[in-house]
């Protein structure tokens, strides 16, 4: 049975005992009001019968005194009858209602008697004529209108009650569903919902009572829920991304095993080849459609050594000398070293903050090779008369991974060139991914620069976008001597 069905029934059951018990009460009550009336009138109508019988029988004798009581009893409609009763047996009946005896006594009695007509409420009022008890008026009346009278207030009683009872049921009902039922059914949804996996929606009871303060509580909890469910989420991302990058060391650690292998074989071959095409085009007596053809091939050989060189230097296991590196003097040093390439190209290389106290713990020969490779690619991205500037400084940044940020040592290198596409700014760590010609990208200079700063405890990072250039800054841990 529903709660609301079951709270209706219990109210409407204290409703009615309710009822019936003030009913009850009142008819009992009212019972006794009657008998009072009736007692009250039939003393009246006795008393005065008695005074006019007292007064008129001495002088008149009491045949003519009693005919007023006959008169009386004649013209009272109704079922109230009055009559004469004779202590010395000279009426027809002798008193029925009480013992004669009592009447003796003077006062009037009251009391209810069965007879043949059914019960009846007698009132006796003595009568005394010359000084002695001569007899009484006695007043009765049958109580059957007084039954009538509680049938009426039964019915009454019971027509109340059902109208109450139905009022209350409604009431009950409606106020039972707008108060209880609604919110309930509000919160067996949103159980069903959190059941589901759906935690986002609040539920909002309008009331504040109990039933809003669980739903306040059930908000709170899926609130929680939702909280653990993102970082349960936010974990088994993180253990992916652990394990895919495990996957990318092991394939990065292959490559290396396979290039250094294939580096060293192919090392010997290709040098004889350019020493024979070094001496095909010495050759003064050789065609020059011959020696054309020697050109080429010593240029090729040029990429695939360059090529080795690079492949061996991305295999070699680096044991790195970390030393206090002022970061500013190896910014003036790349800058140095590849203008030649930039003023070809016509692109500047600027060095900010020269005087930029930044010293990092950095092996100053794998330093120069990652910063070398960064700033090659920015003077690549750049058209004719553009700029790529190197700054050094100190910043408070987050490793990622780390959980608390630290101090770090940087090389910024910026420059306005094409920039990179979200696809190709995704693949650039990739061994042998280049958007360059063949003959210019290998695809392993980034990969270098990135496994060497790992050997230093250190990260990269990189924002770019479409037209607007490139920004590479290379972390590196302080050495913690600050030289101005
Ligand atoms: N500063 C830059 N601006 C635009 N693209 C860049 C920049 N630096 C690197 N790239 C992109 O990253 C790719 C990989 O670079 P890298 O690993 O050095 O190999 P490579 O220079 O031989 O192509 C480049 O081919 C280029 O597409
Ligand atoms: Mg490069």
């Known amino acids: 049975m529903r709660l609301v069905t079951r709270l209706t029934l219990a109210f409407l059951l204290v409703v009615i005992l309710i009822i019936t018990l003030h009913e009850y009460r ?143 049921a409604m009431a009950a009902f409606v106020l039972g569903w707008w108060l209880v039922a609604r919110p309930t059914r509000a919160l067996m949804d949103k159980a069903r919902a959190v059941g589901r996996g759906e935690l986002k929606n609040d539920l909002k009871l309008a009331a504040n009572d109990e039933l809003s303060a669980v739903a306040d509580e059930m908000n709170a909890m899926c609130r ?29 650690a292959t490559v290396g095993r396979l290039a250094s292998g294939l580096a060293h074989e192919l090392g010997t071959p290709l040098n004889v080849i350019e020493a024979r095409a070094g001496l095909i085009l010495e050759d003064a007596n050789a065609e020059p459609q011959i020696q054309s053809s020697a050109k080429v091939i010593i240029t090729c050989t040029e990429q695939v050594t360059k090529l080795v060189r690079q492949l061996l230097v991305f295999a070699r296991p680096r044991h790195p000398e970390l030393l206090p590196l002022k970061l500013s003097a190896l910014a003036s040093t790349v800058r140095e070293l590849l203008e030649p390439i930039a003023s070809k190209k016509q692109v500047a ?12 713990l950095a092996d100053e020969v794998l330093l120069q090779q990652a910063l070398t490779n960064v700033v090659v690619n920015a ?18 940044g987050l490793k990622p991974g780390d959980s608390t940020p630290r101090k770090w040592c940087t090389v910024t290198v910026r420059d306005d060139g094409t920039g990179m596409a979200p696809d190709v700014r995704a693949a650039i760590f990739e061994p042998f991914f280049t958007t360059k010609p063949v003959t210019e990208g290998t695809g392993l200079g980034l990969p270098i620069t990135v496994s060497i700063l790992e050997d230093h405890h250190g990260f990269l990072t990189v924002e770019s976008a479409p037209g607007k250039g490139s920004t590479f800054t290379l972390h590196l841990e302080p050495a913690r001597i600050t030289v101005s």
């Open 26 to 168: 009142q008819l009992g009550d009212r019972q006794a009001d009657f008998e009072r009336d009736m007692d009250r009138t039939h003393l009246l109508v006795a008393s005065t019968l008695a005074d006019a019988v007292e007064l008129v029988a001495p002088r008149e004798g009491l045949d003519a005194a009693l005919k007023t009581v006959e008169v009386t009893n004649e013209r009272h409609a109704g079922d109230v009858r009055v009559r004469w009763v004779c202590l010395d047996g000279r009426v027809d009946e002798p008193a029925t209602a009480v013992d004669c005896a009592t009447l003796a006594e003077d006062q009037p009695i009251t009391a209810s008697r069965a007879t043949a007509d059914g019960v009846r409420r007698f009132t006796l009022q003595p009568v005394r004529i010359d000084g002695r008890a001569a007899g009484a008026i006695e007043v009765s009346e049958s109580p059957s209108h007084e039954g009538a009278w509680v049938r009426q207030h039964f019915d009454d009683a019971v027509l109340l009650a059902l109208m109450t009872v139905a009022g209350m």
């Open 224 to 252: 929680q829920l939702e909280r653990a469910r993102e970082e349960t989420s936010r974990e088994a991302a993180a253990r992916l991304a652990a394990v895919e990058q495990l996957r990318h060391a092991d394939r990065l």
């Open 349 to 360: 290389i600027e060095v900010k903050d020269a005087q930029s106290p930044a010293i990092a």
């Open 379 to 396: 003077v690549h991205a750049c058209n004719t008369s553009g700029h790529v500037t190197i700054s050094t400084g100190e910043v408070e």
